[in-house]
């Protein structure tokens, strides 16, 4: 089977076949991206009204063969809503929030890791390992028993106790460690070498890219082939943000639409801040951040392997990082809940960002302006 990508690397430049499964650059250890030999014309805009709901609609977008067939449970195209509540409280034109936790597993992991199931079952995978600070976990677990393959996750003891339930739920063999999101990552590692099990980390292997990508899609169309001014956006591992960089920079490329890009905010946990504090020295780089703490789980990461290209991202589209308390985030998230969404604790950190940056004059009353919530709050309790 010929396949229409390959691999090159975001660091050193070095290209590769898509074949079988990969990982990281061997030669600098950076992570992998795909690079698609054509881009689809514009007219095939014109194809996806035929199309179901589902971020498979993109099909040519996505690093999949003619014919094949998706590992999916009908994940993507989740709601855009116009958010009036926001927009009054902060004198705002125009605020929407993109409800990531109507999602199949309740997160929009559920993207990525449809995305990387599908690539690894075409690639051989028999067994797969993931380290998760939560709900990549839930993710990988429905994913890998929809395609009949064993999962072996390894999480924190103190992630929420419904998110561990669902993860048992799914069928995986589930391993409960002390420490954090980076101790399981190299527990999942030893796994991988010992058991000859495929590791779909966060930017470990290429296509958990590709799969969250398509909120970037989903944004265009949902606007009318049209970007927003601002993202705010929830980053802990990064996929989601580096992502929609990479699909507005496609779809300019393939002259699907001519808005330059927004800017990207990265809202991070006081607790666990490696993006904000790199973005804030102007380091190209992040470094681990001691002791991660915070109650939105998703943001306990305190090494992203995709640190360089996230602080590229924000630099290039003219956006920042900042970090909110939990205090904040919690309460932005309860107020969520009080007008209709059962928003995640990483929810209510975006909109504390969104507060924290009107206050601070760099979101502006006429800029349209898209918060992200990337799970269900229910997933919390």
């Known amino acids: 089977m010929t396949q229409s990508w390959s691999l090159f690397c975001s660091k050193c430049d070095r290209t590769e076949s898509a074949a079988g499964l990969p990982s990281v650059c061997p030669d600098c250890g950076s992570p992998w991206l795909v690079r698609y030999a054509k881009l689809p014309d514009p007219s095939a805009k014109a194809a ?14 996505l690093p999949l063969a003619d014919g094949e067939e998706p590992v999916t449970l009908g994940e993507g195209m989740t709601p855009l809503l116009r958010w009036p509540p926001l927009e009054k409280a902060l004198k705002l034109k125009t605020v929407w929030i993109k409800d990531e936790g109507k999602n199949p597993t309740g997160s929009f992991k559920a993207r990525g890791l449809a995305a990387a199931v599908t690539a690894a079952v075409r690639g051989g995978a028999r067994v797969f390992t993931i380290p998760t600070a939560g709900n990549a976990g839930v993710a990988l677990s ?5 395609a009949g393959i064993p999962v072996h996750v390894f999480a924190p003891a103190t992630t929420p106790a419904t998110i561990l339930e669902q993860i048992r739920v799914f069928g995986a063999t589930l391993n409960l460690l002390d420490g954090h999101i980076g101790d399981c990552g190299k527990a999942a590692r030893e796994f991988a070498a010992q058991h000859g099990a495929f590791d779909v980390s966060t930017l470990r292997e290429p296509y958990r890219i590709e799969g969250k990508k398509t909120m970037g899609l989903e944004l265009a169309e949902q606007l009318g082939w049209a970007l927003p001014d ?14 929609m960089w990479k699909a507005f920079n496609e779809l300019r490329t393939a002259g699907w639409i001519t808005d330059r890009s927004p800017r990207f905010y990265a809202v991070q946990s006081t607790g666990c801040a490696p993006v904000v504090k790199a973005f804030d020295a102007g380091a190209e780089q992040t470094e681990p951040w001691p002791d991660p703490a915070t109650v939105a789980a998703g943001l306990r990461v305190p090494g992203p392997l995709g640190g360089r290209l996230m602080l590229r991202a924000l630099r290039e589209s003219g956006g920042g990082a900042l970090a909110v308390s939990d205090d904040d985030l919690v309460r932005a998230a309860r107020t969520l809940a009080e007008q209709g969404m059962d928003a995640s604790p990483e929810g209510g950190a975006a909109v504390a960002a969104l507060e924290a940056l009107v206050a601070r004059g760099e979101v502006r009353p006429a800029d349209r302006v898209v918060v992200f919530n990337t799970g269900a709050g229910w997933l919390y309790r």
Not at 48 to 61: C, D
Not at 142 to 146: P, W
């Open 142 to 146: 429905a994913y890998a028993r929809r």
């Open 48 to 61: 996806l009204a035929a199309r179901p709901w589902t971020m498979w609609r993109y099909r040519e977008w």
């Open 230 to 243: 601002v993202v705010i956006y929830p980053a802990g591992g990064g996929t989601g943000l580096i992502g």
